[in-house]
């Protein structure tokens, strides 16, 4: 019986203490952005709309009346959280339309379809990406991060860059990570084809590409009216963990629930998405990186404009952009 008892103090305790730390993220972590900018009359796209951090930016984006494209690979799940999204908001202008990041042909067709359709654009919400992805090549032969997290929506951005310029002031917004400090553009093997896979390393080289890439976008279409920021939401718990804390059965539901705990919601995780896509102090501001919804410095590794410029021009070569 003493055993018994002891398991059963032992199990109380423990649930005792994280209850105490998912009572602590929800109610003491308060970062949340309180702007109540009303977007009747504006049009969004957001990649990856149908779950995580995606969903919740259209979710709320779509309560503020604006009409919301849902771009996702995965129709049928993009049409559940559409359908949700609807019956919560009471908004019915939300839409899905199919768009692969992984396929130049899909993001072509996609941004061809908004741009002969839709007769506004105000707001692209950059945000679908894998994470520490195993080796895997996209349908153009691009590494998984670099072409999913990246390259698709270096392409998507500057096929959308004119409509966006049309109904400025306008702005882009790149999620990436800030492990991004960590990251290396290697141009010798920037498709990570020649050496020994490490998905950590390809995932932290796409993160500093996009914010390479923010900082040139603003040199490229200067005086366009549009705008570009990035920002890192912080560490969130969304579907991109199938990868880590997800990949395998034990770290699913022994660490995951755990780990839980400790990370942000995907509806936290959405607050800094939504200040830099609608705070009224950021308007006109180009090339800004917020992280946790806190204006930081651009790390000296993305800071070197002749190796920005490189890449700008790799991205437009590979990706078959026209300008």
Known sequence: MSFMRTVTVALTGAAGIYGGLVLYREYFVKAQYTGNEQLFGKTA????????????????????????????????????????????????????????????????????????????????????????????????????HLGVNYLGHFLLTNLLVEKLSKCSPSRIVNLTSSMYKRGQIDFDDLNNSKKTFNAKIAYEQAALAIVIATQEFCRQYPNSGVTATCVNPGITRTDIARHTIDKSFFSRVIIGPLLKAFMKTPMQGAQAVLQCALDPKLEGQCGKYFSDMKEEPVGANAKNDKDAKRLWLISERWTRLKK
């Open 45 to 144: 796209i957001v990649t990856g709309a149908n779950t995580g951090i995606g969903r919740e930016v259209a979710h709320d984006l779509a309560r503020r009346g604006a009409r919301v494209i849902m771009a996702c690979r995965d129709m049928k799940k993009c049409e559940e959280a559409r359908e949700k999204i609807v019956a919560d908001s009471f908004n019915t202008n939300v839409v899905c339309r199919e768009c692969d990041l992984a396929s130049i042909e899909s993001i072509q067709n996609f941004a061809e379809q908004i741009n002969k359709d839709e007769k506004y654009l105000h707001l692209l919400i950059n945000n679908a990406g894998v994470m520490w992805h195993p080796s895997k090549l996209t349908k153009d032969g691009f590494e998984q």
